[in-house]
């Protein structure tokens, strides 16, 4: 199946530095993709949706300021969590569509960021 | 209102016996796609089945199969032969169709499996 990788896989950092996440799919051409926060034992939430070529829409909730997304070729998109606060302590995990498949399991999820801010 | 409803936030089951997750859904959309992921402490998503909305049949994949039920807004997933390498949290999930044509997924909270020997 497609393969979609994420880097890094942990980071620790300090409070008020910047982190940056990079999500790529590596065997196809992601129209789509989403970026997704989970707390220890809870659901997958949805921050946000990235198409190529355009602004990010965030869920409701998410600040635009907090958690840069760019989506800069069909294959890279990349999350920047700006001044990082212990708070933002989470696991975040990307997907990516491919718009050739509408049906199915269109979506497919990279392996997931742990990130520790101290 | 949750659009996926997980009721069993942890279920419990021997080696080599069947066990069912419940997963309930809401939703106006006529076409829609269900999934079941699992989840191991690795924290990768590892997608198991999906349903269509118009799917006729059941779907099956090896020992994956989903009950799904349309009147009554049901996917369960149901896991035959139960192995040890099958805890983990499993999660239900729902595509809609949502703005400008985007597939919009949204998440149950899943249930947290646990396979005894």
């Known amino acids: 199946g497609a393969v979609v990788s994420q880097h890094p896989s942990r980071v620790i950092c300090k409070s008020g530095t910047s982190v940056k996440i990079e999500c790529r799919s590596l065997?196809?051409?992601?129209?789509?993709m989403f970026w997704y926060r989970q707390f220890p034992k809870q659901s997958l939430m949805l921050m946000a949706t990235?198409?190529?070529?355009?602004?990010?829409?965030?869920e409701q909730g998410v600040e635009k300021d907090k958690f840069l997304i760019n989506h800069a070729s069909l294959t890279l998109s990349t999350l920047t969590v700006t001044s990082a606060h212990p708070e933002d302590s989470s696991f975040y995990i990307c997907?990516?569509?491919?718009?050739?498949?509408?049906?199915?399991?269109?979506?497919?999820f990279g392996p997931g960021t742990r990130l520790t801010v101290l | 209102a949750q659009k996926i409803t997980q009721t069993q936030p942890g279920m419990f089951v021997q080696e080599k016996e069947a066990v069912t997750l419940d997963c309930t859904y809401d939703?106006?959309?006529?076409?829609?796609?269900l999934f079941w992921y699992k989840q191991p402490s690795s924290g990768e998503m590892i997608f198991l089945i999906y349903?269509?909305?118009?799917?006729?049949q059941n779907a099956t994949e090896g020992r994956y199969s989903l009950n799904f039920q349309k009147a009554r807004k049901s996917a369960n997933l149901v896991i035959s032969a139960s192995q040890l390498g099958d805890s983990a949290m499993y999660f239900c999930a729902m595509r809609e169709e949502g703005m400008g044509g985007s597939y919009i997924p949204t998440f149950g909270r899943g249930t947290s499996l646990i396979v005894h020997p």
């Open positions: 939703t106006s959309d006529p076409s829609y796609g």
């Open positions: 349903q269509g909305s118009y799917d006729q």
């Open positions: 997907s990516a569509q491919d718009g050739r498949f509408v049906d199915y399991n269109e979506q497919f």
């Open positions: 990235s198409n190529e070529g355009s602004k990010a829409t965030y």
């Open positions: 065997d196809f051409q992601a129209t789509t």
